[in-house]
């Protein structure tokens, strides 16, 4: 096989003829599949069923400190959850606040008391005239969505397999006092995969924010969701950093169990500085009286410790990783000899971020969905779903079963090929 851009006019278009009748005959099928969704499959939440075990009518749903959890109270979490999340997290219990089910209901909520009463007694965001958000591209769609909801302008900042561009970050959050806040996905990044590097997390904590109330938005959502025992990915812990950097109220960690039990019932948490907890604490009060305590103590007795949670995350990467390796073969042996696309290979995550050649991104999903195979829409890994290439697809290889993962991958790498010929002929 040769690559593309080497062939004639006319071994082009051979090569379109044949990719056609492939394309027929994967449509002729009549499939559904879906490769959009970055879900656990059914595989991977039957290994937390122990959860509806741990506690039963006959346990005692006291906490260590004799708290009755079937009753109101305790704000922050129960002890012993801030302290299984919190080596989770690589945080001390005391930095940590446990939420209900949902990191990113807790990302908005702190948009949310930014944009209404400010942050440590700063200007609430609402009565400035213009508010900006850093956002690393690609990067999460629903990070995207809840700055554009307040009305917040996003910047693209470049990612690079070492994280954000800070060159660029520097420089814009050192110089412009409207710019508040930047998303990041520290570890196994959604979309790519890439971990932030040691130098990435030290210029972080060492940023000069012209704004008072800049904050580094830390989503760790795939802290411990490696793929392999022997290649993980290692993060430096930013709270402790910036705290070495003389700038200890930087950043809001954020983390949940969503991925690693339930999605729909798991347990989220955040963590900051002790100024910072007291400031979210003071809203905090208003909002609620607790959260779902008995769920947080499901969580400490079903994984005992972080050693449980870390044996857990084993047995999830054996039900994944070769659904991974299955899309990464696909991509390898169906693009590479014709040279086209770049995609990434992470070592641990939810998803695999692929660029196709410019302007090709759009095309290439809506041919994958007249063929029966849904993959994230083109665009939506930037802000104002515009991808300024029409280039960049997120791939989620985790919710499918792997017969129905390589089918849809076989359709996918023929919609690339098509697209890419297609365009280059043009
Ligand atoms: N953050 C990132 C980077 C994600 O990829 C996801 C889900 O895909 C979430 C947060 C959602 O987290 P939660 O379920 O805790 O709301």
Not at 292 to 304: E, P, S, T
Request: hydrophobic share 35%.
């Amino acid at each position: 096989m040769k690559k593309y851009a080497e062939m004639s006019k006319q071994e082009l278009e051979d090569e379109i003829v044949q990719l056609k009748a492939q394309y027929k005959k994967f449509q002729e099928m009549d499939l559904n599949l879906n490769m959009a969704r970055g879900k656990p499959c059914r595989e991977q939440l039957d290994l937390s069923m122990g959860l509806m075990d741990a506690l039963n009518s006959e346990a005692d749903l006291s906490c260590e400190d004799g708290t009755d959890c079937r009753n109101y109270g305790v704000l922050t979490g129960i002890d012993e959850a801030k302290v299984l999340i919190g080596a989770m997290m690589e945080n001390k219990p005391e930095n940590i606040i446990i939420y209900g089910n949902s990191s990113l209901n807790v990302m908005y909520d702190t948009v949310s008391r930014a944009y209404t009463h400010g942050i440590m007694g700063n200007t609430p965001w609402c009565k400035l005239d213009k508010v900006k958000f850093l956002c690393p591209v690609p990067g999460y769609d629903r990070h995207f969505a809840i700055t554009e909801y307040f009305g917040i302008e996003m910047i693209n900042v470049d990612m690079t397999p070492e994280g954000p561009d800070m060159d660029k970050v520097e420089e814009l959050v050192s110089s412009d006092e409207s710019i508040k806040g930047i998303w990041c996905v520290p570890k196994y990044s959604n979309p790519q995969g890439y971990s932030y590097s040691d130098d990435t997390v030290r210029r972080f904590a060492r940023l000069k924010p012209a704004a008072k109330d800049f904050r580094i938005f830390w989503d760790n959502a795939y802290g411990i969701h490696h793929l392999y025992d022997n290649n993980q990915d290692y993060l430096i812990e930013i709270l402790e950093e910036c705290k070495k950097a003389g700038n200890p109220d930087l950043v809001y960690k954020f983390a949940s169990t969503s991925k690693i039990t339930f999605p729909g019932s798991g347990i989220a948490a955040l963590a900051t500085s002790l100024n910072n907890l007291d400031d979210i604490k003071a809203q905090l009060t208003n909002q609620t009286i607790g959260h779902d305590k008995v769920n947080q103590l499901r969580h400490v007795r079903f994984f005992g410790d972080i050693n449980g949670m870390k044996a857990h995350m084993r047995k999830h990467a054996e039900i994944i990783r070769p659904k991974f390796e299955a899309v990464l073969e696909i991509l390898d042996r169906d693009l590479t000899p014709c040279g086209i696309g770049d995609w990434t290979k992470p070592n641990g995550g939810y998803f695999i971020s692929f660029d196709a050649p410019e302007g090709c991104a759009k095309a290439i999903v809506d041919r994958a969905k007249k063929a029966g195979v849904t993959m994230t829409n083109a665009g939506a890994t930037y802000p104002y779903k515009k991808d300024p290439h029409d280039s960049n697809i997120r791939i989620a290889p985790t919710y499918p079963s792997l017969p129905d993962l390589r089918t849809a991958m076989d359709i996918f790498t023929v919609c690339v090929r098509l697209t890419a010929a297609t365009k280059m002929l043009a």
